[in-house]
Nanobody, 116 residues
């Protein structure tokens, strides 16, 4: 059974940091491209960062570039999203997503709230 389980969300002050984790099971992590998406209230879900399957190439949305870092540990079947210099615009539910076309899977999401 495929599962993606996110954790690490919470309440943080502006300028603070959080590290999200996505533990995957039921498939081989290195065979899948993994992405983090987020969805703020009243807004569409948007891609934040992704890491490719084969070579681990990473890419980021302009809004988070230089602040967020995506990484993976295949031994732990875990993908991370390190988020620094957080601001209120980063408040959203963050989702982990895995794709090996045509297969794709979503996690349940973890809430990140940036507020003073």
């Amino acid at each position: 059974q495929v599962q993606l389980v996110e954790s690490g969300g919470g309440l943080v002050q502006p300028g603070g940091s959080l590290r999200l984790s996505c533990v995957v099971s039921g498939f081989t992590l290195r065979n899948y491209a993994i992405a983090w998406f987020r969805q703020a209230p009243g807004k569409e879900r948007e891609g934040v960062a992704c890491i490719s399957s084969a070579d681990g190439y990473t890419s980021y949305a302009d809004s988070v570039k230089s602040r967020f870092t995506i990484s993976r540990d295949t031994a732990k079947n875990t993908v991370y999203l390190q988020m620094n210099s957080l601001n209120p615009d980063d408040t959203a539910v963050y989702y982990c997503y895995a794709q090996d076309w045509p297969r794709e899977y979503w996690g349940q999401g973890t809430q990140v709230t940036v507020s003073s």
